[in-house]
């Protein structure tokens, strides 16, 4: 048994052993379970891909005269301004007016709020417009200006749903063409799609919220943040294999960070015909290891992670919950996959390569002892199962 004080312990006196999730898997094969429970302080989890539901706060300080910011837009991007004078929330599938700006090609998208904080990230100008209602203490009812982020008193990145623990492999049943947010699905299971890190990915490495709860520190980006509350739409129960593993979407993470400490390399605005924006971003958590039960669940090789693969022209609309089959991990990173007798080409929206750099780099700053772990204030939930949507008549 390790306590969380005697691993920072170890991490300030630079003592402390810190491996990856690709690397502890040999590591353990080779020295034992129970040896390697004992040298390994960390392992580092990373990913690298599209959250939809990702934003950020902006504070803008006071102009002269005062505003009251009623409707606003950065870089014609809407912005919500239902906070304060002087805050505003930028979501990352929130689109630019009028965009496409192609009418030709009405599916595609090109910018949107995802866009704007990878703009604001790499310290680009952009502009501000925003009008008010006007009143006695903030007169002012317009005002346009150019801004970037070291302008801003604050710009928080606060993204209610990121790291889903394991996800679906899309496929199109239908006889057309469909755009989705799991990208372009071709027709007749010509093509499959799918967006997890695998044996990287944070939640999978600790399957049962054993070290990842609220207030656990977190590399979002190259800041260091925290998880401030369970993800929306976290659903802690369902099924899952042997190893404890769910198969499918399960757990969820609400993450925070300064912004002005990230890096552009790792928060991307990205693209999707006929769907529209969403924001891809590099999350790095550690997990210490306590005890041999922690560092077994670590081990997880892609062979062992099972994703269910569903059609998304027809049961994922329709919310039915019906799987076609499963594969796991390593089948789908070879390219091509096996459903029901076919085979067919499969792609990935998240980057297994910029996932394991996080995880280096989040090692190395374990090791250099310029980051350490935090003990959660409060564990996710492991029984929830996440509410539908029901149209109802008003209750009487």
Not at 194 to 214: F, H, K, M, R
Not at 335 to 342: A, L, S, T, Y
């Amino acid at each position: 048994m390790k306590t969380y004080e005697q691993i920072n312990n170890r991490i300030e006196s630079g003592k402390a052993v810190v491996l990856t999730a690709d690397e502890i898997i040999d590591y353990v094969e080779k020295k034992g379970l129970a040896t390697a429970a004992k040298e390994v302080d960390v392992v580092t989890t990373a990913t690298f891909g599209p959250m939809c539901s990702s934003g950020c706060v902006l504070n803008f300080g006071h102009s002269k005269p005062k505003i009251r910011m009623s409707e606003a837009w950065v870089q014609d991007v809407l912005v919500y301004t239902g906070l304060a004078a002087v805050d505003v929330y930028l979501g990352a599938t929130q689109l630019r007016h009028n965009d496409p700006a192609n009418m030709d090609h009405p599916g595609e998208f090109r910018y949107g709020g995802a866009h704007v904080m990878e703009d604001l990230v790499a310290g680009k100008a952009l502009q501000l417009f925003a009008l008010s209602y006007g009143t006695d203490c903030y007169p002012l009812r317009e005002i346009r200006t150019y801004f970037t982020i070291n302008d801003l008193n604050q710009a928080i990145m606060l993204n209610p749903r990121n790291c889903y623990q394991n996800y679906n492999v899309a496929v199109n049943d239908s006889d057309r063409t469909i755009y989705t947010y799991m990208g372009t699905l071709e027709p007749k299971r010509k093509n499959a799609n799918y967006c997890s890190a695998g044996q990287l990915s944070p939640l999978l490495n600790d399957p049962y919220y054993e070290t990842i709860g609220v207030g656990t520190r977190v590399w979002i980006a190259g800041a260091h943040g925290h998880v401030y509350a369970e993800g929306t739409q976290h659903a802690g129960g369902g099924s899952r294999n042997d190893q404890g593993i769910p198969k499918g979407g399960s757990g969820t993470l609400a993450l925070t960070a300064d912004m002005k400490q990230m890096s552009k390399e790792f928060v991307r605005g990205t693209s999707f015909r006929g769907y529209g924006v969403s924001l891809a971003l590099g999350v790095g958590i550690p997990i210490p290891i306590l005890n041999e039960d922690v560092l077994k669940r670590t081990c997880i090789s892609d062979r062992e992670i099972l994703a269910p693969v569903v059609d998304y022209s027809n049961e994922y609309p329709q919310n039915t919950g019906k799987v076609l089959s499963y594969v796991n991990y390593e089948q789908l990173r070879t390219g091509e996959i096996e459903v029901e007798g076919k085979k067919i080409a499969v792609g990935s929206l998240s980057s297994y390569y910029k996932a394991l750099e996080i995880a280096h780099l989040l090692a190395d700053e374990i090791k250099r002892g310029d980051f350490r772990l935090t003990e959660p204030i409060a564990y996710l939930k492991k029984d929830t199962k996440m509410k539908p949507l029901v149209a109802r008549e008003k209750p009487s």
